[in-house]
């Protein structure tokens, strides 16, 4: 039968798949739009089980928050390549998944999801076939407050979200978010530090500490003193301002604001 470039075309608009994909989709499915979307997810399907085994470290790391800034989502939607990552129609994908993103508080709701006629799962998978790459979510972080700012990092490689419990918080959380992402902190604060990783980093500088001839009575007040530098370059609320290296995170958010506390972070990176 013949199939006309108006249907190919609609195709392609509702997909993304190519133009000869789409026209071979409709020619099996005897110009039955429906039908034609199904032989394309199916195509998909199968594609997708063939790169199961890939690495997905490339994408787009994004940062989304509601109009009225009280939510946040912080994801990553992931593919093979960064010939991929970069490509008009995949970031065009990649930030419309973000924005649908932002009504859901995890991962397997956002999945489970309605987007653009199917699920989000099925959607992934559909333009698995389309680009011929694995196309994942990686992360996922969800966050509430008053206001909560955005940071995303060049080249939509690292994406994070900085909470406050604060009316108008910018820029202040803007800023403390572009410190989660340059500075890549473990944890919020000494407390929310695994305590195996303290006794790990304990223990790693005992044995410096002995191979340099320190004296063993010595070695716990020593240890201590460099797990105290530790915090200070691996909890955000502890490390040096990025802005300004004569305060500390916490007393930069103090000196614009007296009453705030830095009390969490979300950070998602590609890799």
């Known amino acids: ?25 409709l020619v099996e499915s005897e110009g039955d739009f429906e039908k034609a979307v199904e032989v394309l997810r199916k195509r998909g399907q199968k594609v997708a089980a063939n790169r199961a085994d890939r690495d997905s470290t490339e994408g787009a790391a994004l940062a989304v928050v509601n109009a009225d800034k009280t939510a946040g989502i912080a994801i990553s939607i992931n593919c093979e390549t960064d010939f991929v990552a970069k490509n008009d129609s995949y970031l065009e994908l990649a930030h419309s998944l973000a924005n649908h993103a932002i009504d859901f508080d995890t991962k397997e709701d956002f999945l489970s999801s309605s987007f653009d006629g199917m699920t989000v799962e099925e959607k992934l998978t559909q333009q698995t076939g389309v680009i011929g790459e694995k196309i994942e979510i990686g992360g996922f972080r969800k966050l509430t407050a008053p206001f909560v700012g955005s940071y995303i990092h060049s080249g939509n490689k690292i994406a994070t979200l900085e909470p406050l419990y604060v009316i108008d918080g910018f820029p202040i959380s803007k800023n403390v978010a572009m410190q989660a992402a340059a500075m890549n902190p473990i944890a919020l604060n000494e407390d929310a530090v695994d305590s195996s990783l303290i006794e790990k980093e304990i223990n790693i500088a005992k044995d410096q500490l002995r191979q340099e001839g320190k004296p063993e009575a010595m070695l716990d007040n020593i240890a201590k003193g460099k797990i105290k530098r530790f915090f200070k370059d691996n909890t955000l609320v502890n490390q040096v301002f990025i802005k300004d290296n004569t305060l500390s995170v916490a007393q930069y958010v103090k000196s614009a604001d007296a009453d705030l506390v830095v009390t969490a972070f979300e950070r998602v990176a590609l890799g």
């Open 1 to 25: 039968m013949k199939i006309t470039a108006s249907e190919v075309n609609k195709l392609r608009q509702s997909t993304g798949a190519g133009m000869m994909d789409c026209k071979k989709a």
